[in-house]
């Protein structure tokens, strides 16, 4: 029995080194410094008025945009040649995406356009082309006053 846990364990620890990590959305501003190294990117940190944006932009040339304030990430942005880990971007809000993007599927099939996703405690916007793509996702009750979705690019 022992042995079976101490296998469980070693394993769990391995799967989440080998993870990206990215600050998901909600989540804590002081894992910037680990998705830097993650990355492999360079890191530029900017003082808004109500909010720090952190940057980080990978050799790879993906730039990952995290907007915090209050030591919480209420935005992420990004822009690059293929589309973020969603359920690593977005954390205890990918399963309300998901559902959404299963109803709007119901409606249709999704074709080349723009994914958006609009709902009381989260938006999501993506587009782009292979090769390409850039998004934003945030949650509306967490932006600061003065905030607007605009801002998170």
């Not at 391995?14 to 990590?21: C, D, Q, R, V, Y």
């Not at 945030?138 to 006053?145: A, D, I, Y």
Request: proline share 7%; glycine share 10%; hydrophobic share 40%.
């Amino acid at each position: 029995m022992k042995k079976n846990c101490l296998v469980t364990g070693v394993l769990t620890v391995f799967a989440l080194i080998s993870l990206p990590a990215f600050a998901v959305l909600g989540g804590s501003e002081a894992s910037v410094q680990t998705d830097q190294i993650q990355l492999k990117a360079s890191l530029r940190s900017t003082q808004a008025q109500t909010y720090t944006v952190h940057e980080l932009r990978a050799a790879t040339g993906v730039v990952v945009r995290e907007y915090a304030a209050g030591g919480t990430v209420f935005g992420v942005a990004w822009e690059g040649a293929w589309p973020p880990d969603m359920q690593q971007l977005l954390g205890s809000y990918f399963d309300q995406y998901m559902q959404e993007r299963k109803q709007q599927a119901r409606n249709g099939p999704p074709g080349r356009r723009p994914v958006h996703v609009e709902l009381p405690g989260l938006v999501v916007n993506i587009a782009g082309h292979p090769g390409w793509f850039r998004g934003q996702a945030f949650v509306p009750s967490m932006l600061p006053s003065g905030v607007a979705a605009k801002d998170i690019r």
